[in-house]
């Protein structure tokens, strides 16, 4: 398995993709060999529950950052193929764009075949293709398609986005839904303790939102909502977990709105802190504007928290509006506030949605259906290796 | 629908540069004089840059033999992927 991202290196969905996929294969018996990127205080090489995780470390730099993908992705290749010396592998899998070069070269010099797994399209997150940068990437993703035995998606809609912007056979791509962890979400947390720890006091309701702060996670759409929500719950208080390159934008949308007293910008949580946030929240809001899956909105279900998300990609495949959670229009202020009102004015009302969203998640979203599934691929992908 | 982006601010960039030429260490700090060279920008931009930058918090700087050499903080590291995900 190749990836640019795996815990601590957690950037976005990939990582909790990989490292819950990685370890359920791992369980069921096969050899797993994770070759991902270094990050500081990691090791260079560990066995995470019978996963052999190797850190690449990137010796040389360049500035442009396709150039430096390149280069990562040469020193990932060398990986794989001073690996291969002792390993013979089965299939190559591939997590995104951004180590298709590395998988692509591995699949031609092992002759083994390539499974890549799109967890988002250039297109689609930058809402079109506006920069020469965005038009490399784009390639890149078609080349890893072209190049892919077999192509793993996790919603319909992203089956339906690659089958358009690629022009591939239907036939080609596999829906397998992302998973969640349940057992992390079922230990008992002194919820006050935790809130207290943020200073969210005893009769305030907590709205958090966790993810990525760029425009396709619609966190400001969030922000424009509070004061709608504040005027019918002042006493909501949001929390906003996540790091990214908008967060500067977000910060100065709060002031601007006035509502900085009441929405908490918190960076980078561990996930054990961010587990407990979760267990200790009223309502989770994942106002993503383009959302292939959304594996934050599964975490929140399985928290017992009620969830209020974008009718949009994937989030509309994991909620059912009414009964698992609250769907909203995306990329709407009023509609999202509506949501969150509407979760925050009816306790009995949350309550059925949790039991519904939990039971859910236990009959479709685990990881070893995925690892299930996923096996399935690779078994497939084997049967005419050559081609 | 279509998503409203906000400009990328221009230390944003510098960041994910510095982060590129594989300044994410401490061991691996550069001075503002190979920073410059490397990204064939001004020193006194360079400056700038890593003023705002440490003001953050996605910048460290450290002094070894009498020279001040910076590095991308882990916050620094997450907010320089943030772009590429």
Redesign the interface.
């Known amino acids: 398995m190749v990836t640019w991202e795996f815990p601590p290196r957690i950037v976005g969905g990939i990582a909790r993709h990989c490292y819950g996929l990685s370890r359920a294969l791992a369980k069921k018996g096969h050899e797993v060999h994770l070759i991902t990127l270094d990050f500081p205080g990691a090791p260079l090489y560990e066995e995470v529950d019978g996963v052999k995780v190797y850190r690449t470390k990137v010796e040389l730099g360049h500035p442009d950052f396709i150039v430096w993908t390149l280069i990562f992705n040469h020193f990932m290749e060398k990986r794989v193929a001073l690996i291969s010396k002792e390993v013979d592998f089965d299939v190559i899998h591939v997590h995104d764009w951004l180590t298709a070069p590395a998988g692509i070269s591995s699949k031609h010099y092992l002759n083994r075949p390539l499974i890549s797994t799109m967890h988002s399209t250039e297109v689609g997150r930058a809402q079109g293709l506006h920069t020469p940068d965005s038009y490399l990437i784009d390639g890149f993703e078609w080349w890893l398609t072209y190049e892919s035995k077999r192509i793993i998606v996790a919603s319909y809609s992203m089956k339906r986005e690659i089958e358009d912007h690629f022009r591939l056979p239907p036939e080609k791509i596999d829906v397998i839904p992302n998973a969640v962890d349940v057992e992390q979400y079922q230990r008992n947390v002194d919820r006050e303790a935790v809130r207290a720890r943020y200073m969210i006091g005893g009769h305030e309701r907590l709205v958090l939102f966790v993810g990525r702060l760029v425009p396709q996670k619609g966190v400001e759409h969030m922000i424009r909502a509070v004061p709608m929500v504040l005027k019918e719950h002042p006493e909501a208080i949001f929390l906003i977990v996540g790091e990214g390159w908008s967060k500067s934008y977000l910060e100065s949308l709060t002031r601007s709105l006035g509502c900085e007293s009441r929405v908490r910008f918190l960076g980078f949580l561990p996930d054990r802190d961010l587990v407990e946030l979760t267990l200790s929240a009223d309502v989770l809001v994942v106002p993503s504007s383009y959302e292939p899956f959304g594996i934050v909105a599964l975490e929140g279900m399985a928290a017992g928290v009620p969830v209020v998300a974008s009718n949009t990609g994937g989030l509309s495949e994991i909620i059912e509006h009414d009964r698992t959670g609250v769907l909203v229009y995306p990329g709407d202020p009023q509609s999202i506030a509506w949501g969150i009102n509407r979760v925050l004015s009816d306790r009995e009302y949350s309550k059925y949605l949790i039991q519904n969203a939990k039971r859910r998640i236990a009959e479709i979203y685990s990881w070893d259906v995925v690892a299930e599934k996923t096996l399935k691929v690779y078994e497939a992908a084997e049967e005419n290796p050559r081609k | 629908?279509?998503?409203?982006?906000?400009p990328?601010?221009d230390e944003?960039y510098f960041l994910?540069?510095l982060h590129?030429?594989?300044?994410?260490?401490p061991e691996r700090s550069l001075s503002i004089e190979e920073i410059a060279v490397?990204?064939?920008m001004d020193p006194s931009e360079v400056e700038e840059n890593l003023r705002k930058l440490t003001a953050?918090n996605y910048i460290e700087a450290r002094v070894v033999g009498g020279t001040k050499r910076y590095h991308v903080t882990?916050?620094g590291?997450?907010?320089v992927?943030?772009?590429?995900?």
């Open positions: 629908m279509k998503v409203r982006i906000p990328i601010p944003t994910c540069m590129n030429i594989g300044a994410t260490m490397r990204t064939a953050s882990l916050n590291i997450r907010k992927l943030s772009m590429y995900s």
